[in-house]
């Protein structure tokens, strides 16, 4: 048996008896079982994966344990994969981010008890303890420089968009503008790595690669190897909400299910009529060969959502630096508008997001299939509704829970207006035409199948 112990690092580095004594207790309860995952995860840092079993199966013998001391509390792998390892060394990076998990899971998970009661509070409570995750991961920091960039966009890209996605970052790095992702692999990695370069052109000391995750999609897309601030939200709900709430500006490059999901949640809450005058840049951008498929996603978004919602984004193809520079030149904008409102510079806290898009959707069987999928309501709720169809496709897809749901009881069922699902099948067939589901490597078997 090999083993190793960690030092604490960060805000984990001073603990009261109380927070010790609450740690150990929550590691022998259910929320072990997701630490160790979630660690075993951010061990593969860097790895180009998306199947959370080729984790998990190799490394039954590896477990994590919490080591109590005066001041603080160890960690000690057991069976740690070698990856992890430059001559018998942990990486540092690997070492931060073992210690975030933590952080956010255990530390937040016995004052939230996770999802169970955070799932039942209402929107204002929701919002806060967004917040408060996010301020105790030290990520909120208080700055008037207005310059986080969240990049959206899918793990599996091919080279031309994989390359886009690194110009992209380097022009936003160029104009001292951060980034944050879903700190994967593919477009959450481009961004951060070509942003790298553009900050030490200018030699900006304040790089900032923030990479933002939820415990059932980590071990199917591990941190890559640039992020710097790694923040673990309970759920998909609480992770969106902090991007869009953290954010000064959001760039969506192409990607699959995920990605689809994403433009949806946030279409939907812009859609709310109480976010008219919100000021919010997105643009929508890749390589010149991605023309095609944002013409698709556009033409989805305006088939079932209408022209007020496809006004909400700008469509820049093939221009890295146009997206940004436009981006920079909105920059005051953002300032004065929050200047204005007298909100945060760091959280917006002006936004506002109905409980629809808040609340966590379970994707099972019958949720999926009960799906108000009908163009009769309103736009916001279709947008909430065709959020939760893309996020149980995603699940179905990657995350270690809707896999073994598929695989027992076969594909997710989508019912809805004939219209929209013929619009809906067309979507997602470009999306497997052009291996946005998974990895390429293996045929993709759809974990869905829309019922026209």
Known sequence: ??????????????????????????????????????????????????????IFEPHRDFDIRLIGR???????????????????????GVHEHIFAVLRDLLH??????????????????????????????????????????????????????????????????LRELNICTGCGPGAMKGPMKGATIGHAKQRYKNGRYLGITEPSIIAAEPPNAIV???????????????????????????GGAGTAEELLYLIGIMLNPQNKDQVLPIILTGPEQSKGYFEALDNFIGLTLGKEAQDLYEIIVGDAALVASTIKQKQSVVKNYRKEKGDSFDYNWSLKISPEFQLPFVPNHENMSGLNLHFEQPKAELAASLRKAFSGIVAGNVKAEGVKLIREKGPFLLHGDSEMM????????????????????SEYQPCYKVVK
């Not at 927070?19 to 660690?39: I, M, Q």
């Not at 979507?427 to 490597?441: A, T």
Request: glycine residues 6%; negative net charge.
């Open 1 to 54: 048996m090999h083993s190793i112990q960690l030092n604490p690092l960060g805000s984990m580095s001073q603990l009261s008896q109380i927070e010790v004594d609450s740690l150990s207790k929550s590691a022998d309860g259910d929320l072990y079982h997701v630490f160790r995952n979630c660690c075993l995860a951010v061990l593969y840092s860097g790895a180009e994966i998306d199947n959370c079993e080729n």
């Open 70 to 92: 005066e001041r603080g509390v160890k960690i000690e792998l057991i069976n740690p994969p070698a990856l992890a390892f430059v001559d018998g060394k942990l990486i540092k």
């Open 108 to 173: 937040i998970g016995a004052k939230y008890a996770l999802t169970s009661s955070l799932g039942k509070l209402d929107s204002h409570v929701l919002t806060n303890s967004v917040f408060d995750m996010l301020r105790h991961a030290q990520v909120l920091k208080n700055t008037a420089e207005l310059n986080l960039v969240v990049c959206w966009g899918g793990h599996s890209i091919g080279e031309i968009e994989y390359q886009y996605t690194k110009e992209v970052g380097y022009q936003l790095g």
């Open 228 to 254: 710097n601030e790694l923040v673990i939200m309970p759920d998909i709900e609480k992770r969106l909400e902090a991007f869009v709430r953290m954010a000064h500006a959001i760039v969506i490059f192409p």
């Open 422 to 441: 013929e619009v809906m099948d067309t979507l997602l067939e470009s999306f497997v035409k052009q291996q946005r589901m998974k990895l390429p490597g």
